[in-house]
């Protein structure tokens, strides 16, 4: 069989940089040493891991086939590692989280923030997606974690914990508007509406909402993203249509104010702690899931009468 710390990396090395060499100077080993590891893994499998062209290496069918595989292996030894350290009692681990860029600030840099000072010997990997892709990162078991907005109901996904969203307008502290309870979305047209476009998750929501109410909105200011949608708030453009889970960080600063709308004028979105059921979670990755948990039940949501 292969020695499978040493190929592995050695292969894994050398289909990412295309050549023997340059694998060598990453990895600081002889390339005679890489090549024998890779004739002997070829000759093992009876099959050519790499087609051997002018200056460079490139993959076969059969090496494509091979890295997939070896990578699905690392990560399994990965969390089969830290799970012998679990036995042994040692606070160690890794936790990997995908999350929509909404929650990059509050509610995970601060659930991650308490985990590390009472665990420092978790690491944590942490990356912002789309919507889609992060469902896409947890159905794949691609991550251990993944926070997102709206999930479809799948056999791939499990939903741990989860809260209501309302929709509503942001606004500059102190705007007109902000003394209010709750709005409708024609009392916003008058003050500039900000809109929030595809491929923004709440741009559907949003769509559906004007849609339904007959609103011409090919005269507003649309936006992609929402950190620019804010900014352009607080910079005193209009008021902007969003999510409270958008709005919260500027909110929690004091910088803008949100005013949900009226309860029968649009459903709430879901934001959902998901998890992939075939994934194996480490003690660290469990950790990690009541800490959120925690933070999304213990958030503070506008009530919408």
């Known amino acids: 069989m292969l020695t499978f710390s040493r190929f592995t990396r050695y292969f894994i090395e050398v289909a990412r940089c295309g050549s023997i060499r340059k694998a060598s100077d990453v990895l600081h080993v002889s390339a005679s040493a890489i090549d024998r590891q890779i004739l002997k893994a070829e000759e093992e499998l009876g099959a050519q891991l790499f087609e051997r062209l002018p200056g460079r290496l490139r993959l076969t069918a059969a090496g494509e086939l091979l890295l997939v595989d070896v990578r699905g292996w690392e990560k399994a030894y990965a969390r089969t590692l830290e799970r012998f350290d679990e036995l042994k009692g040692l606070r160690r681990g890794h936790v990997e989280i995908a999350m929509i860029d909404a929650l990059s600030e509050g509610v995970v840099p601060a659930a991650v923030a308490a985990l590390v000072q009472e665990y420092p010997g978790i690491t944590f990997n942490l990356s912002t997606a789309r919507n889609q ?24 996904l499990e939903v741990r914990a989860f809260a209501d969203i309302p929709l509503g307008i942001a606004m500059p502290v102190g705007h007109p508007l902000s003394t209010r309870t709750e709005l409708q979305l024609s009392e916003t047209l008058e003050h ?49 249509l969003m999510s409270w889970l ?38 660290s990755a469990q950790l990690a899931i009541q800490a959120l948990a925690a933070k999304i039940d213990a958030m503070v949501v506008p009530v919408v009468g």
């Open 246 to 283: 958008d709005a919260a960080p500027d909110v929690a600063d004091g910088r803008l104010a949100f005013v949900p709308f009226r309860q029968h004028l649009t459903k709430p979105m879901t934001l959902a702690l998901c998890v992939a059921p075939q994934r194996q979670l480490s003690r």
């Open 133 to 156: 892709r992060v469902m896409e990162m947890v159905t794949s078991a691609d991550v251990d974690i993944g926070l997102l907005l709206d999930p479809v109901s799948s056999v791939d």
């Open 192 to 240: 500039r509406l900000l809109l929030p476009a595809a491929p923004l998750i709440v741009g559907e929501h949003a769509k559906v909402l004007y849609q339904r109410q007959h609103i011409d909105v090919k005269r507003l200011t649309h936006c992609n993203d929402v950190r620019t949608l804010r900014g352009l708030v607080r910079a005193g453009a209009g008021v902007g």
